[in-house]
């Protein structure tokens, strides 16, 4: 059995926020168990001070299964010039629609759709 990464950034629904937020280069994505792990590239002095969250609108796209649009919402302040890549782990439960036991994830800036089964 997999044992699913530690959460190391928060998941936020809010329409507003998703809506002012561009997404970012998505270099690797991938569920495990109910957490969605994003490898993100950027450059940076070394990532230490880098931070991300993971913002869904909010709304629910009535498909089979259902899916939920997602970006990420990174900071970087860092000025080096240094290409890097960190991996941020998110939790997925907020992101469950009731009485369905899956859910399609469009995580722009990621080419496929990744299922989260729960």
Not at 9 to 33: F, H, K, Q, R
Not at 54 to 61: E, K, N, P, V
Not at 85 to 112: A, M, Q
Request: contains cysteine; hydrophobic residues 40%.
């Amino acid at each position: 059995m997999i044992t699913p990464p530690d959460i190391n950034a928060p998941t936020i629904i809010d329409t507003e926020l998703y809506n002012g937020i561009s997404g970012v280069n998505v270099l690797d994505a991938e569920i495990i168990g109910d957490v969605l792990k994003v490898s993100i590239g950027a450059s940076g002095c070394d990532g230490s001070t880098w931070e991300a969250r993971l913002i869904s609108a909010g709304g629910i796209i009535k498909t089979n299964p259902p899916q939920r649009e997602v970006k990420i919402e990174f900071i970087n302040k860092e000025v080096c010039a240094a290409a890097l890549t960190k991996t941020f782990v998110f939790d997925l439960k907020p992101l469950r629609v009731k009485e369905i036991r899956k859910v399609s994830i469009h995580l722009e800036g990621w080419p496929h759709l990744l299922l989260y089964t729960y």
